[in-house]
């Protein structure tokens, strides 16, 4: 009977071991898949201070690194706005926005819009040849509503945008 025992107490430690390591799979396979599936959202409170104050604060991954290297060598003049930064603010924060860029994210949109820009570097995200095509069927009185403005308003519509969340059940056109 001892061999019997043995097999059994054997049979108990593999079955405890093989469930943890299970689990601990399934759980990495699970952030992993949200990485792939939605975009990283903000965090870094610089950026978040400074380009936030007059529209929806774009998540980095929308745009690849060379747009953000623009965006930020041009923000004395940023689409008729002087943003009027410091040296070393606008350093930090172009340092942010380069290193989770489109082509770091890994986020399956991100790789959709790098491969859509075919190497160019936009000024808007409403540019992106990925990102126009998805909104085709908009109509451009839909995007002049009272409380949408524009197409740049994305959170407007997309009302899980700053979780990086652009799901299509997510979307919710405002009427007026
Ligand atoms: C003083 C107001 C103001 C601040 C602050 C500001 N922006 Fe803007 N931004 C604008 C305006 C105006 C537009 C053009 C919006 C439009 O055409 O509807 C714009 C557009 C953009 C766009 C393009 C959106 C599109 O259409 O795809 C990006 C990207 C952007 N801003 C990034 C930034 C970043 C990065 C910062 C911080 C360094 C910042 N903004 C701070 C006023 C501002
Ligand atoms: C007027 C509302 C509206 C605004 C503003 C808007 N979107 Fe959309 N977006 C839509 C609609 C509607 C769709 C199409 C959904 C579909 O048919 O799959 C869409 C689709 C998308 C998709 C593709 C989703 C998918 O199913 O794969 C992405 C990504 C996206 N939008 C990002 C943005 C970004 C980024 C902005 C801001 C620069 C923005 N949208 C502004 C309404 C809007």
């Known amino acids: 009977m001892k061999i019997f025992r043995f097999l059994m107490f054997f049979l108990a430690v593999f079955?405890?071991?093989?469930?943890?390591?299970?689990?601990?799979?399934?759980?990495?396979?699970?952030?992993?898949?949200?990485?792939?599936?939605?975009?990283?959202?903000?965090?870094?409170?610089?950026?978040?201070?400074?380009?936030?104050?007059?529209?929806?604060?774009?998540?980095?991954?929308?745009?690849?690194?060379?747009?953000?290297?623009?965006?930020?060598?041009?923000?004395?003049?940023?689409?008729?706005?002087?943003?009027?930064?410091?040296?070393?603010?606008t350093a930090e924060i172009l340092k942010y926005l380069k290193a989770n860029g489109a082509e770091s994210t890994g986020a399956k949109r991100s790789k959709k819009i790098m491969k859509s820009l075919k190497g160019e570097t936009p000024l808007r995200i409403t540019e992106v040849p990925y990102i126009v095509k998805e909104h085709h069927e908009v109509k451009s009185k839909v995007f002049k509503r009272e409380s949408i403005g524009s197409f740049s308003n994305c959170v407007a519509c997309h009302r899980t945008a700053a979780k990086g969340v652009f799901e299509e059940d997510d979307i919710k056109i405002p009427k007026k």
């Open 15 to 89: 079955l405890v071991c093989g469930t943890v390591i299970f689990n601990v799979a399934e759980a990495g396979k699970k952030s992993s898949k949200y990485k792939r599936r939605y975009l990283p959202p903000v965090e870094n409170a610089l950026y978040a201070d400074e380009c936030a104050s007059c529209h929806f604060l774009y998540l980095p991954g929308l745009l690849p690194g060379g747009s953000w290297v623009k965006i930020m060598n041009g923000s004395e003049d940023h689409f008729g706005e002087d943003l009027a930064l410091e040296e070393e603010t």
